[in-house]
């Protein structure tokens, strides 16, 4: 009798911890915060020297990148072809963001801002006046980081978004021989 009291006191501990409700998550720590924050501090640094390895890295290997637009971008190796188009030139912009918000738990959270690309001037023409640079893109993004096995962080989403829709540029105009 003592030994079915004991298992099945036993039995009823076990059924009342399993109904509890699950420890809440933690906030995000100080040194988490500041890691998050470094994303976008890199991020930036990265694309201002044209350093797409640099960028690529600050993602997961399964990243979702969503430009306005444009396709989705699926992986760490479909992130790097676009960005070696979109930075792989001289004529590259800079880029200025500012992180607006972060809120996250433990290990997930995201961060909001906004951000400008800033286009080079053209160079100047052979002959006749000088062109306007182009107006600067302006846009917000929101970015999901998670954190890693060995402490760090990486964005698992990335998404942006215009403020101004995107104009393409005018086809040359077709002359007549």
């Not at 998050?36 to 890199?42: F, G, Q, V």
């Not at 989705?72 to 607006?100: D, E, F, S």
């Not at 023409?125 to 060995?150: L, Y």
Request: net charge positive; glycine share 6%; aromatic share 4%.
């Amino acid at each position: 009798m003592l030994r079915t009291a004991s298992i099945t006191a036993g039995v009823a501990c076990l059924l009342l911890a399993a109904c509890q409700p699950p420890n809440k998550l933690q906030p995000l720590t100080a040194a988490d915060s500041t890691a998050i924050a470094k994303i976008a501090t890199d991020y930036v640094a990265a694309w201002n020297k044209g350093n797409v390895d640099g960028v690529v890295a600050l993602y997961t290997a399964d990243a979702v990148r969503q430009l306005q637009d444009t396709v989705v971008l699926k992986g760490a190796n479909a992130i790097r072809t676009y960005l070696n188009t979109a930075m792989g030139t001289p004529l590259r912009p800079t880029l200025a963001i500012q992180v607006t918000s972060t809120i996250g738990r433990q290990d997930l959270a995201v961060s909001a801002g906004t951000f400008t690309l800033t286009p080079p001037a053209p160079p100047a023409p052979a002959k006749g006046a000088a062109q306007a640079a182009p107006a600067p893109i302006v846009g917000k993004w929101n970015n999901v980081t998670m954190k890693q096995a060995d402490g760090s962080w990486k964005a698992v989403l990335d998404a942006v978004t215009y403020d101004a829709p995107r104009v393409a540029p005018a086809a040359p105009a077709k002359g007549r021989h």
